[in-house]
């Protein structure tokens, strides 16, 4: 059995073809080129669907079931996507497109939600009942699974981690609110607090490392000068890593779940980024008495996260 799973981002639209075992067979990428009429990226959404699949050696025929993780507020039971501002999507009924495209059934979801999935089925949270997976990207993504169920709220649109507050009338978010998570714990915000320690401290080794120009400061920037001994890069991770503390411990004490797994460019760093994190949550969980406690862990399938969930929401929505 063969499935297929698009991954449609704000850079690039990704087709997977996915066997039984949960291995990506085959994939095909083309630009979004957003923004730019639905109709016109459904169009590409069609075409490395089909690129995908003669690349895994397969006629479309051979495809059982197709899914689409998308960013944005998703209507699943209806296949829309309700608004997405990085697409400048509004009300966009994308499974009737690629039905009308493919001539085949279409799941959709949104695409935090669709990798969580596919790290539930298949990676960091495989043998868990109860699950959340957390992205440390441009902004701070979360998906939660409860009881093998994908937890999207009444309207759809809940699972928005990023968007708790840990600082009252903190540092101003995308969103338009103050002090959200993903304010203070994206890679984005990483980097603009690595900029904030290199032009206070202009003695750090960062400077070297960035030969001097500011702008080509990374997220992984103050972890290699941690690494390299620089005090001020050991201060930037010290920080980040309790502002991802604070969030992760919110998370653990609403939902209690097996494992939270953190995912992202950011959580390539391993246990130099899940160690300190962990420790720190062990202090702040509530029920830090019970034996059985929430494990912290890092995602395990990369970019592949995303298509297998997509490819497998037949299982979920069917």
């Not at 009881?147 to 969103?175: D, F, P």
């Not at 400061?217 to 620089?230: E, K, Q, Y």
């Not at 929430?294 to 970019?303: H, K, Q, S």
Request: charged content about 20%; glycine content about 14%.
């Amino acid at each position: 059995m063969y499935r297929v799973g698009i991954d449609l981002g704000g850079t690039n639209i990704v087709a997977g073809v996915v066997d039984d075992s949960f291995q990506v067979i085959a994939t095909a990428k083309r630009k979004t080129n957003s923004p730019r009429p639905a109709e016109k990226i459904a169009d590409d959404m069609a075409v490395v669907t089909l690129e995908a699949v003669a690349a895994a050696g397969l006629k479309i025929e051979e495809i059982d079931e197709f899914g689409i993780g998308t960013p944005g507020s998703i209507d699943p039971v209806n296949g829309v996507i309700v608004y997405a501002n990085n697409l400048q999507f509004h009300q966009v009924e994308m499974v009737k497109m690629m039905k009308e495209r493919i001539g085949r059934e279409f799941f959709i979801e949104n695409d935090a939600n669709a990798a969580a999935y596919g790290e539930y089925i298949a990676g960091a949270g495989k043998g868990a009942e109860n699950f959340v997976a957390v992205t440390l990207g441009t902004g701070v993504g979360g998906g939660v699974i409860l009881g093998g169920k994908i937890y999207s709220g009444t309207n759809h649109a809940g699972g928005e981690l990023g968007h708790t507050v840990i600082a009252m009338n903190g540092e101003r978010c995308t969103c338009g609110r103050h002090g959200c998570w993903e304010a203070y714990a994206s890679a984005t915000a990483l980097i603009s607090q690595t900029k904030q320690a290199m032009c206070r401290y202009p003695g750090s080794a960062m400077w070297a490392m960035c030969e001097g120009d500011i702008s080509k400061v990374s997220g992984i920037t103050a972890f290699d000068a941690m690494r390299a001994g620089d005090p001020i890069g050991r201060m930037v991770v010290d920080h980040y890593c309790e502002y991802v503390s604070v969030g992760i411990s919110n998370i653990i004490n609403i939902f209690q779940p097996d494992i939270v797994c953190i995912g992202g460019g950011i959580s390539k760093e391993g246990d130099t980024l899940i160690q300190p994190v962990a420790a720190y949550v062990t202090g702040e969980n509530y029920a830090r008495d019970i034996p059985r406690q929430t494990v912290i862990r890092a995602a395990a399938l990369g970019n592949d996260a995303g298509i297998i969930g997509a490819a497998f929401l037949g299982d979920v929505y069917r």
